[in-house]
């Protein structure tokens, strides 16, 4: 498992178990993310938390590769 995939497992991980958590991680994933995990992600940079139920699920469309313009200088994704 890769960093990136474990700290999503860790974020998931704690949502479940800290409903204030999860809470302030819909309403304001930056602050939350900052809070627990001390992660402070740049102005330009939004973040979407999003919970699923038994009868709602959410399907993430990654941006398409072959429309990103990839330099040296990129910055890692966090996911």
Same mark, same amino acid.
């Given at each position: 498992?890769?960093?990136?995939?474990? !700290?999503?497992?860790?974020?998931?991980?704690?949502?479940?178990?800290?409903?204030?958590?999860?809470?302030? !991680?819909?309403?304001?994933? #930056?602050?939350?993310?900052?809070?627990?995990?001390?992660?402070?992600?740049?102005?330009?940079? #939004?973040?979407?938390?999003?919970?699923?139920?038994?009868?709602?699920?959410?399907?993430?469309?990654?941006?398409?590769?072959?429309?990103?313009?990839?330099?040296s200088?990129?910055?890692?994704?966090?996911?």
């Amino acid at each position: 498992m890769s960093s990136n995939e474990t !700290l999503k497992a860790q974020i998931i991980q704690k949502a479940w178990e800290d409903e204030a958590f999860k809470n302030q !991680l819909i309403a304001n994933p #930056k602050a939350a993310l900052k809070q627990a995990f001390g992660i402070t992600l740049p102005d330009d940079i #939004k973040v979407k938390a999003v919970e699923e139920t038994s009868t709602e699920f959410v399907l993430v469309i990654p941006t398409n590769p072959a429309k990103v313009l990839v330099t040296s200088n990129a910055v890692e994704s966090i996911w």
